[in-house]
Nanobody
């Protein structure tokens, strides 16, 4: 069992930056693939980025490539999402998610993840 808690959301002007953190409990975090998702009002939850257990491979949706960076520190049981050049369309509730990476090292769909945080609001003003 893994318990996930996000932090770092807030209100920022367009062009600004935020860093989201996701702290995980449990001794198996280092074997988990992790992802960041977001959901805007009236829209479906979508993947933002994902990272393998080792951090050696990552995935980004096209709209955030070059602006967002996912990383992890297994010693601290934490995964990060550094967001730069933020746009109003990045406004959403951001969720971190995790799953055991055995057989699925870099999951990209919400239904592939077993554990979810409660979410943190990111609002980008124009």
């Amino acid at each position: 069992q893994v318990h996930l808690v996000e932090s770092g959301g807030g209100l920022v002007q367009a062009g600004g930056s935020l860093r989201l953190s996701c702290a995980a409990s449990g001794r198996t975090f280092s074997s988990y693939a992790m992802g960041w998702f977001r959901q805007a009002p009236g829209k479906e939850r979508e993947i933002v980025a994902a990272i393998t257990w080792s951090g050696s491979s990552t995935y980004y949706r096209d709209s955030v490539k070059g602006r967002f960076t996912i990383s992890r520190d297994n010693a601290k049981n934490t995964v990060y999402l550094q967001m730069s050049s933020l746009r109003p369309e990045d406004t959403a509730v951001y969720y971190c998610a995790g799953r055991d990476s055995y057989r699925n090292p870099l999951p990209k769909r919400a239904e592939e993840y077993d554990y979810w945080g409660q979410g943190t609001q990111v609002t980008v003003s124009s």
